[in-house]
């Protein structure tokens, strides 16, 4: 075989057709073997009502629609037990339904929040953020485990929940409507 007898155009329109197959191969089992089991696993979790995900520098973004869940904490242990399962890189984010009542609220409590964890006060906290949902007239519930502080407002059919993390990096976050 001589170099003469080689056709370019048709080794590189070969190989473009060759590596073409290739990554089209590799994105679609990419989302059966990677995306959709994600999504299904935290579609399936009791209290969130919609997934989106989305790919950023290597780190699946998961934006969860939460329903009005009686226990915050629980929603979230599963959703970290969900994102446990899987070798990659999760940010978290969590969305509610929040009106202006709520949040104006929130405001109020978030230091609250943030000194409590800061020092270790919970239970000053709490009697603190017990005042602002009194002066604000919602409903709330607080919950504390090693990793998070859990905040429910509600108000009628709104709700606000905030996931504050007692550590640096964390894995879920509430989405800033």
Not at 139 to 168: C, K, N, P, T
């Amino acid at each position: 075989m001589r170099l003469d007898d080689i056709r370019i155009n048709v080794v590189v329109i070969i190989f473009i057709v060759v590596l073409g197959f290739a990554v089209g191969l590799q994105q679609f089992f990419h989302k059966k073997m990677v995306i959709e089991p994600v999504y299904q696993a935290f579609a399936s979790i009791e209290g969130v009502e919609g997934v989106e995900l989305k790919e950023r520098d290597g780190m699946i973004v998961l934006t969860l629609s939460l329903a009005d869940v009686e226990h915050l904490h629980t929603v979230a242990a599963k959703i970290s037990s969900a994102a446990a399962r899987f070798s990659q890189p999760f940010q978290i984010l969590i969305k509610d339904q929040p009106n202006e009542t709520l949040k104006a609220a929130y405001e109020q409590m978030h230091f609250a929040l943030e000194q409590g964890i800061a020092t270790g006060y919970f239970v000053e906290m709490a009697e603190r953020i017990e005042e602002l949902a009194l002066k604000h007239k919602v409903d709330f519930a607080l919950r504390i485990d090693g990793s998070y502080v859990y905040l429910q407002l509600h108000d009628g059919g709104h709700y606000l929940y905030q996931i504050v993390s007692r550590r640096d990096q964390p894995l879920i976050a509430r989405l800033e409507s």
